[in-house]
C-alpha cells in the first residue's frame, strides 16, 4: 500500500480540501491519505473552531484515511518548526511521499528554490538579520530577503502564503535527510486569508469561520462545505453549546495575566523584548479580546506573532518546557482512521521509528504533557459547565475515531 | 482626641455591628473609632459581597470615623497572623485602645488566660502537635489543647469563635509589646456562623448573605441592616451587575488548576502535604466551585483551610512572597474617614510608625503589590467586562472615601 501525506488543519474541511484531497490522490497515484492535523490550537496562535475530534471525523468522512494529530509544540509555532514536525511525522507514519496545496503550482521551481537558498545560506541569513534589525516582522523580512537574493532568477514567489509552507515542507524534508518524495498542486480560487466568498463552491477556511461568527446558529456555509462537515458542525454546536474562538478566553486571559508577575511572564514561551509589560498595561484598559489585541498591536509584531504569544500564556507554556520538544517530534499521536487506514497502519507498526499512540493512559505522560493540558485548556472555551467537563474528558477517554 | 480600635470585615454592615459600634464607644470612652477592615479577600477565604470601597462606605455612614486596610497578607489568614495585623495597625495609628465583641464578655478573664497560656507555652505546644498529629485539625487540635490545659481553671471558651479572636488579638498586643488598653463587650443574639434568623433586628453576616444569594435582587434583609447598607448593596447591584462569591471565580480557579503544573501549585503559600495533587485530580470532574470542594474535603482539612489555599492559588501568591510579609505591617491604607476622622488623622500623622497612603500611586510598589493584585483578580467576579474595568480601575483612581 503507497500512502501519501498531506499536513492540515481543516478548520472546518471545506470543499477546497476535498479537492486537495482528490487531486493528491490523482497526482501520486497512492492508496492511502495521512493527514497531519493540528490538534486544538492552530498556527495562527488560535483555537479551533470544534475539537480535534469533530474535525478528524469531518476528514475521515471525506475521505482521508489516517489522521495523526501535530503536536502543540509544533503546530502553534512559525513554518519552519511547524514544518519540521508534519514532515518528520509523516516520514516516520511510513509515507512515501507528501503533496501541498501552493500558488506555485510547479514542484521543479520548488525544488530549485531550496537548492539555491541552501547554496546561498549564510546571504540569506544575513539579509533577514538586516531586515529585522531595520524594524521589519519576521515574516516579512524573510519575503524581502529571499526577493533581495534571487531577482532575476525564476524561483517561487515567497510573499505568497501556501508557497512559504511549501517552501519549508522542502527544506524541513532535506533537513531531516528524509526520502519523502514532493508533490504540490495549484490551489484553487480562494486565497488563504480571503475574507469572502467569491466563488460558488469553493471558499477558504478564513471566511467560512467568517459566516459563522456572524450568523451563529443561522449558517449560510452549506454550498462551501462537504454535508459531512455541515453535519459535524451542528452536531459539534447541539452537543457542546458553540464553537470556539479566541473571545471564549478573554477572561482567563485576563486573569493570567493579570495574576502573574512580569518574571513570570518572561518565562513563557515567546515572550521577549519588554513586550510583557505592554501587556499588562493593556490587559487593564481592555474589555475584549480584539480591544486587547489592537492595543497591543504595533508594527514591530505580527498579528499571528502576539496571538501566539498569548496562546503560549494562555497555555502556560514555559520556554524551558518547549527548548528540548521542537527539535522533532517523538510519538505519533492517532486521531481516527478508517478500514484501509487501519490495514496501513498495521502493516507498518513494525517498522515505525516512534510510538504509535492510541491510548493516552499507555503513553509517556511527560512527553504528552503540553498536548494534553493544550486540550483541557481548550475546553474552558465552552460556556455550559457539564460541556466543558464532557470536552476535557474526551482528552482521556476518546479512542481514535473509526469509520 | 481618644481613639479606639475595632477590627471588622463589614460582610456587609449590619445591625450588630451597629450595635457593637455603639457600645464600644460607651465601653471606651474614646471620641473616634478606627474601624481597621479586610479589604476584597477575608478570613474565610471569601471574597467579600461587594468591594472594599462600598463596605468603606458603609461603615463611614453608621458612624464608624477612619477606615484603614488589613492587608491582604493579614486579613486572608488564621487568627494569630490575622490579630497581629489587625493590632499593630490599631497600635501604629495611634489608638489608645481596641473593643472586640466576644462570647465571653469579661476582659479580665482573657487578660488572665493569656497570662496563663503564656506562663504554659511549652506544654500548649505540644499538647497542639501531638492532637494534629492525630489527625485533628489546627483549630481543634488548638481548642483541645486549651481544654486539656485548663480543666478546672476559670478561664474562657476557646471553642467558641469571637472569644477564639479576641484571645489573638490580647496575645498580639502582647507580642508587640502595644501599650492598647483592651475592652470587650458581649455579643448579642446571632451567633458567628448562624445561617437563620432568630432575631427581629439582628442577624450574622452569614445568615444575610445566605439569603442575598437564595433570593438574588428580592432581599428581604432590610430589617437586620441599617438602611446605609441596603442603600449601599443595592447601589452596588445596579453599578456592577451582582455580588461576588466563589461561584464567580471558579473558570479562572479551574483554569490556575488546569494550566500549572504540581511544581507551580507547590509554591503557593499554603499549599502542603501534597494536597495540589488531589486538587488536580477533583478539577476535572467538578463543574462549580461547591462540586469541587465537596469533593476536595477530608477530615484533614477544615472548609476553611481549604478556601484559604484556593484563594491563595487564585491570587497566585507564593511562599516566598509571603515570607518577609506577614511578620508585620509595613504601611497603613486609608480607605475613608469622615470629618472627625479627618483631624484625628492629622494630628497623629507626624507620630505614625508607618507611612500612611491614601493615594496608591504614591506608594511603594512591590510593598502594595499583593493587595493590588488582589484587587484586580477580584474584579474578574463580575460578568460584565464594563463593570469589571471599572472596578479594577478603582483600586487606582479611587481617592479615600469622604463624608
Not at 512515501?96 to 541569513?125: H, L, M, P, Q, W
Not at 524534508?173 to 486565497?191: D, F, M, P, V, W
Not at 493593556?282 to 475584549?288: G, I
Request: with cysteine.
Amino acid at each position: 500500500m503507497k500512502a501519501t501525506g498531506v499536513v492540515v488543519e481543516y478548520n472546518p474541511f471545506h470543499n477546497g480540501h476535498l479537492h486537495h484531497l482528490r487531486e493528491t490522490r490523482n497526482a501520486t497515484g497512492a492508496d492511502i491519505v495521512v493527514a497531519v492535523m493540528s490538534g486544538h490550537f492552530l498556527q495562527r496562535g488560535e483555537p479551533a473552531l470544534v475539537s480535534k475530534w469533530s474535525r478528524t471525523r469531518m476528514a475521515l468522512e471525506a475521505g482521508v484515511d489516517v489522521v495523526i494529530e501535530l503536536p502543540y509544540c509544533f503546530a502553534t509555532q512559525h513554518a519552519e518548526i511547524f514544518s519540521r514536525g508534519a514532515i518528520s511525522l509523516l516520514d516516520s507514519i511510513g509515507c512515501e511521499s507528501f503533496c501541498f496545496g501552493s500558488e506555485d503550482g510547479d514542484i521543479d521551481t520548488f525544488e530549485k528554490t531550496v537548492v539555491f537558498i541552501e547554496a546561498n545560506r549564510e546571504r540569506y541569513n544575513t539579509y533577514i538579520s538586516g531586515f529585522i534589525r531595520e524594524g521589519m516582522s519576521y515574516p516579512s523580512a524573510l519575503a524581502k530577503a529571499f526577493q533581495t537574493l534571487v531577482s532575476g532568477d525564476s524561483v517561487i514567489d515567497l510573499s505568497k502564503p501556501n508557497n512559504i509552507l511549501g517552501f519549508h515542507y522542502m527544506e524541513a524534508r532535506n533537513q531531516i535527510h528524509s526520502s519523502l518524495k514532493a508533490y504540490t498542486i495549484t490551489r484553487e480560487a480562494a486565497g488563504y486569508h480571503d475574507q469572502h466568498f467569491s466563488s460558488p463552491s469553493i471558499a477558504s477556511a478564513t471566511s467560512i469561520r467568517k459566516n459563522i461568527f456572524s450568523s451563529e446558529g443561522d449558517h449560510k456555509i452549506d454550498s462551501y462545505l462537504p454535508s459531512t462537515s455541515v453535519d459535524q458542525l451542528t452536531q459539534y454546536q447541539l452537543e457542546y453549546g458553540g464553537f470556539h474562538r479566541w473571545e471564549n478566553y478573554w477572561t482567563v486571559l485576563q486573569y493570567k495575566l493579570l495574576s502573574s508577575s512580569k518574571e513570570e511572564l518572561k518565562e513563557i514561551y515567546e515572550v521577549e523584548e519588554g513586550i510583557e509589560n505592554r501587556m499588562k498595561e493593556c490587559v487593564k484598559t481592555s474589555t475584549s479580546f480584539e480591544e486587547f489585541m489592537t492595543k497591543l498591536k504595533t508594527k514591530r509584531y505580527t498579528w499571528t506573532r502576539l496571538q501566539r504569544m498569548l496562546l503560549h500564556i494562555l497555555t502556560n507554556t514555559r520556554k524551558e518546557e518547549m527548548r528540548h520538544r521542537h527539535a522533532s517530534a517523538s510519538y505519533i499521536r492517532l486521531l481516527g482512521m478508517n478500514k484501509m487506514g487501519r490495514e496501513f497502519l498495521h502493516s507498518k507498526k513494525k517498522e515505525m521509528p516512534l510510538p504509535l499512540i492510541s491510548k493516552l493512559s499507555s503513553a509517556n505522560q511527560s512527553e504528552i504533557e503540553l498536548d494534553v493540558r493544550a486540550a483541557e485548556i481548550f475546553s474552558l472555551g465552552l460556556k455550559n459547565a457539564a460541556a466543558r467537563k464532557k470536552l476535557l474528558h474526551q482528552e482521556w477517554s476518546q479512542p481514535p475515531v473509526m469509520i
